[in-house]
């Protein structure tokens, strides 16, 4: 079983995974806006719509950051009893968490169930997850 570098390394993992994760979800926001303008054949104004960018990528850091401590704190402490210590390990439950927890978000929005569309958003957050995941184990592991 793997041990942490210490709680220092632990500390500054939770930020490092936010901020990818958020650094993911801001990424998207920007190609989807750019997509979206083309689409609607306003090549030259595809910029503008670009403002969302840091602000989702701050909301995302805050929701992030929220959910790793609420949520991924208890799911690390049992991986930890199971010994799943494994950078594989933190990468799967950094997807599943995270799209579980988006499905949670949209059924509590009340999102009808058999609208597909939703259910995709949620699965497009397990890219997310995954490298805050991958980032956490890093910090907090080491190689």
Not at 17 to 32: C, D, K, P, R
Request: with cysteine.
């Amino acid at each position: 079983m793997m041990k942490t570098r210490g709680w220092g390394a632990v500390l500054l993992a939770y930020p490092a995974a936010s901020a990818v994760g958020a650094a993911i979800v801001a990424v998207g926001f920007t190609v989807v806006g750019i997509v979206a303008q083309i689409m609607n054949e306003v090549p030259d104004r595809m910029l503008e719509g670009l403002w969302i960018t840091p602000v989702a990528f701050l909301y995302a850091l805050v929701v992030f950051l929220v959910g790793l401590i609420v949520i991924g704190t208890p799911a690390w402490l049992v991986l930890l009893r199971l010994g799943r210590t494994t950078r594989r390990d933190a990468v799967v439950a950094g997807a599943t968490v995270c799209t579980a927890a988006g499905a949670v978000i949209i059924l509590a929005m009340g999102e009808p169930a058999p609208a597909w569309e939703p259910w995709a958003l949620a699965a497009t957050l397990a890219i997310p997850g995954a490298a805050a995941g991958w980032t956490l184990h890093r910090v907090a592991y080491g190689r």
